[in-house]
């Protein structure tokens, strides 16, 4: 199956949005057994969405094409793909009844314009949009050559959190059923933390080479604090590979593997403090609250979760946790004597289960000789004491902050998961 994705929106060539769709929409499909052989990003002019449009038709099976589906005078892509494929255009009674109940549903006057989004070329199938108004539309292309089944054309809205469950739910099995997959296709990705890429490969390479000879297919990919490690095969043998490929990996990654496929690891941290019903305080200083975001982005975060408090300066560190004056003078803000004290003043204060303290050098200022920029002192207090660990960073701030949370986040998994 020859696939291509077009991603219109002026936006994107205006460096305004990044292409996410671009990413989440190949590897939603490479974890199915699906490749995308080419991607084009074009801006909103007719002329480029007409030319990427036709050029596609004439080599893929299915196209497609995301962005250009609102009400604006600037979205174009469902007007140009009727014109192209010369089907007129017909308003969808059911289209109308849900952009309207959406607005009622809202409270808000429903503007003029957006009735355009229930027009539908004739022919196109309707996927129904849960989460916005415009529908995504999926229309047959013509074959391409005698004899050849018929290709698609799928148009899908601009916005993430309208395009993402569209996807899944609707096309995917859409997919599944007009463009099986030919080989079996077995996917799984481990998720770790703590260790380098090619420490991860290291761990593994070796034992998996003889899978690999079996057709198994690993792919590592490294982002800040993490490594995927995706393991993949083909064929009749494809799962019975991929499983074994995954019971050695954890064999011989043990710990560091954290969840599998898109979980994260505060995910995982706030399903392990709900099953113990247990909860933790948060002290930050250097992530400012990073730790804090990145828990209440789940669902249910409100069970586990006491308190995150961001004690930036020295005398937030006094008010708020009683570390002490001297501790500050004696050794800095930065340092394992005021990272316990900042962990125990917020489990005491807070009566939490656990409490996680951070303070460290984000720089690019502040570093000394003994304290270089990316610097960071962790403290986790528990019911059995409290232990402080030694980490350098020196990554930009962003980095910086995302990295320590990831290993705050990471040590209280690993005391929870003993
Ligand atoms: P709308 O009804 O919001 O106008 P639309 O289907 O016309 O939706 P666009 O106007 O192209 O879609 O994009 C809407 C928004 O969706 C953009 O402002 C952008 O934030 C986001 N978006 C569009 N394309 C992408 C993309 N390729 N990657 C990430 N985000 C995108
Ligand atoms: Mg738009």
Redesign the pocket.
């Known amino acids: 199956v020859i696939i291509e994705l077009i991603?219109?929106?002026s936006?994107?060539m205006l460096g305004r949005?990044?292409?996410?769709?671009?990413q989440w929409l190949c590897r939603q499909l490479a974890d199915r057994g699906y490749l995308v052989t080419r991607q084009i990003?074009v801006d909103d002019s007719a002329t480029a969405i007409r030319q990427a449009v036709q050029d596609a038709m004439a080599r893929a099976d299915i196209v497609l094409v995301?962005?250009?589906?609102?009400?604006?005078s600037?979205?174009r892509t469902r007007d140009l793909i009727a014109e192209l494929l010369g089907r007129s255009l017909r308003e969808d009674p059911s289209v109308v009844a849900h952009i309207e109940g959406f607005f009622a549903g809202r409270k808000r006057p429903m503007p003029a314009r957006t009735r355009v989004q229930a027009l539908v070329p004739e022919g196109a199938q309707v996927l129904p949009n849960a989460h916005?108004?415009?529908p995504g539309l999926v229309l047959d292309l013509p074959s391409r050559r005698a004899g050849e089944r018929p290709g698609l054309l799928i148009l899908l809205?601009?916005?993430?959190r309208e395009l993402r469950p569209m996807f899944t739910d609707q096309v995917v099995p859409l997919l599944s059923k007009q463009f099986p997959v030919a080989e079996p296709f077995v996917c799984h990705t481990l998720r770790t933390v703590g260790l380098g890429e090619s420490l991860v490969e290291e761990k593994i390479a070796d034992s998996l080479q003889r899978l690999v000879e079996a057709g198994l297919d690993i792919g590592y990919c490294a982002r800040p604090g993490e490594v995927d490690v995706r393991l993949s095969a083909r064929g009749g043998d494809a799962a019975s590979t991929v499983a074994e490929a995954e019971r050695l990996s954890r064999e011989l990654l043990g710990d560091l593997v954290f969840g599998v496929e898109e979980e994260e690891l505060e995910t995982v941290v706030v399903r392990l403090l709900t099953a113990r019903g247990q909860t933790v305080a948060l002290a930050e200083s250097c992530t400012g609250g990073l730790i804090a975001h990145r828990l209440t982005n789940v669902p249910g975060a409100s069970v586990v979760l006491r308190a995150g408090l961001v004690v930036y300066s020295n005398v937030a560190k006094e008010i708020f946790l009683g570390v002490h004056a001297q501790t500050l003078a004696e050794h800095g803000a930065v340092s394992e004597a005021v990272a316990r004290e900042m962990a125990e003043g917020a489990r005491a204060r807070t009566g939490a289960d656990y409490a996680i303290a951070v303070t460290g050098i984000a720089g690019p200022g502040g570093g000394s000789v003994a304290k270089p920029v990316g610097t960071v002192w962790i403290a986790l207090s528990t019911s059995r004491g409290t232990a402080a660990h030694h980490r350098v960073n020196p990554w930009d701030r962003e980095t910086f902050k995302y990295v320590t949370s990831q290993q705050a986040l990471d040590l209280l998994r690993q005391e929870l998961s003993h």
Do not use: S, Y
Not at 17 to 22: F, K, M
Not at 66 to 72: E, F, I, K, S, V
């Open positions: 991603n219109t929106g936006e994107l949005v990044l292409n996410t769709h671009q990003a995301t962005g250009g589906l609102g009400p604006t600037d979205d916005g108004t415009a809205p601009g916005p993430p």
